[in-house]
């Protein structure tokens, strides 16, 4: 955790000079076309181990004025845990999945750098994962509920880097059960 808050705050330090490209707040939004206020981007993830995960994210968001920002989201995990314990006896098993659902998310920027953001995250998974339905075979839908707030800094005047930090209030959660949920992304205007 130390080299992961190392890393994001060199990384803020390194990216800081840059805020002056993202003019957003120079111009009205409702003076923009419609093709400007559209937003395309993501993420991905990474993990590696025991519990490998490849995780693909694309978004796309509209401006509805200078400050609040509505969009949604498409979400593909590869899911490969080699260490699975089979009926709580100890014997290993390997369990390949996929997980796949979708998200609808709101910002409101804060200051040109800083934002609020809020997110509704329903994902399909299979129950070998985990359900907290003890009976539960097959596939299940998991709802997962996030607020918390990011950084965005300005790669080019239409490119954006965003480092999220969000809360889940799903206790429950079988695919996130850390929290915060720290996600870096990537956002290009039209």
Do not use: C
């Not at 705050?9 to 093709?35: C, K, M, Q, W």
């Not at 400007?36 to 968001?61: D, K, M, N, W």
């Not at 260490?83 to 040109?112: D, E, H, K, M, W």
């Amino acid at each position: 955790m130390k080299k992961l808050i190392l890393f994001l705050s060199i990384l803020l330090f390194i990216l800081l000079p840059y805020h002056t490209l993202a003019g957003d707040n120079d111009t009205d939004v409702s003076d923009l076309p419609i093709r400007e206020r559209i937003y395309v981007g993501g993420y991905v993830g990474l993990q590696f181990g025991t519990i490998t995960a490849i995780i693909v994210s694309p978004t796309i968001a509209y401006r509805f004025t200078n400050r609040l920002t509505s969009g949604l989201g498409a979400t593909y995990q590869y899911y490969r845990d080699s260490g699975f314990s089979v009926f709580g006896n100890g014997q290993q098993s390997t369990i390949i999945t996929s997980i796949y659902g979708g998200n609808l998310f709101a910002r409101y920027t804060i200051t040109p750098q800083i934002f609020a953001q809020t997110e509704f995250e329903a994902m399909n998974l299979d129950s070998r994962i985990g359900s907290p339905l003890d009976n539960l075979e097959g596939r299940y839908w998991e709802f997962n509920y996030f607020a918390g707030g990011g950084y965005r800094a300005a790669l080019s005047p239409r490119t954006f880097l965003n480092i999220i930090v969000l809360w889940n209030f799903n206790k429950d959660s079988q695919i996130h059960n850390q929290n915060p949920v720290i996600r870096l992304g990537v956002d290009v205007r039209l």
